[in-house]
T-cell receptor
Framework: DAGVTQSPTHLIKTRGQQVTLRCSPKSGHDTVSWYQQALGQGPQFIFQYYEEEERQRGNFPDRFSGHQFPNYSSELNVNALLLGDSALYLC?????????????FGPGTRLLVL | AQSVTQLDSHVSVSEGTPVLLRCNYSSSYSPSLFWYVQHPNKGLQLLLKYTSAATLVKGINGFEAEFKKSETSFHLTKPSAHMSDAAEYFCVVSVASGGSYIPTFGRGTSLIVHP
């Protein structure tokens, strides 16, 4: 079992561009959550997807959007990138309704916006 | 609303000495509390959790944490630090919301272990 995988590992973009990050959940998991971890900060919850719908959302603008596919994998899209979007983006997978400790985290995608 | 405050951004210890990482929490409901560790280029790993059972919680790699409701604290300890413990540690509070468990992370404490 490969666990949670994310791609790419690193990415460099310029302000105003758009970016798509990808996540494959752990085998048997049906729920994907995304987090943003700015340098020197703890991860902040962006949103959670289950059954191909956004179920919960944190305090992030509409520039952040996502998608979940029938195979449970997920994408995070960020439009009109700002310098402040530079961060490590973490994906976590779990089984719907199960408590937090069952959530597995991926290694993250490091995004740099210039 | 829920929040956590990690009282130290950095903690430096010598190998073999005790570790104390401090965390205070705030929650409107009975919280679930966790400690996670993050090594460079690796995913977050759960160390331990408190979910209203025993107030002294044992985790992996010799770590423990004690839930003190009167002090709203959940400090992480280890009797003897190892070089491999050097990492970023996060205190987390989670409350069920709409069938999901959404966590709130602290800002993290960087543990430095000197030989």
């Amino acid at each position: 079992d490969a666990g949670v995988t994310q791609s790419p590992t690193h990415l460099i973009k310029t302000r105003g561009q758009q970016v798509t990050l990808r996540c494959s959940p752990k085998s048997g998991h049906d729920t994907v959550s995304w987090y943003q971890q700015a340098l020197g900060q703890g991860p902040q919850f962006i949103f959670q997807y289950y059954e191909e719908e956004e179920r919960q959302r944190g305090n992030f603008p509409d520039r952040f959007s996502g998608h979940q596919f029938p195979n449970y994998s997920s994408e995070l899209n960020v439009n009109a990138l700002l310098l402040g979007d530079s961060a490590l983006y973490l994906c976590a997978s779990s089984i719907a309704g199960r408590p937090l400790e069952t959530q597995y985290f991926g290694p993250g995608t490091r995004l740099l916006v210039l | 609303a829920q929040s956590v405050t990690q009282l130290d951004s950095h903690v430096s210890v010598s190998e073999g000495t005790p570790v104390l990482l401090r965390c205070n929490y705030s929650s409107s409901y009975s919280p679930s509390l966790f400690w996670y560790v993050q090594h460079p280029n690796k995913g977050l790993q759960l160390l331990l959790k408190y979910t209203s059972a025993a107030t002294l919680v044992k985790g992996i790699n010799g770590f423990e944490a004690e839930f003190k409701k009167s002090e709203t604290s959940f400090h992480l300890t280890k009797p003897s630090a190892h070089m491999s413990d050097a990492a970023e540690y996060f205190c987390v509070v989670s409350v069920a919301s709409g069938g999901s468990y959404i966590p709130t992370f602290g800002r993290g404490t960087s543990l430095i272990v000197h030989p």
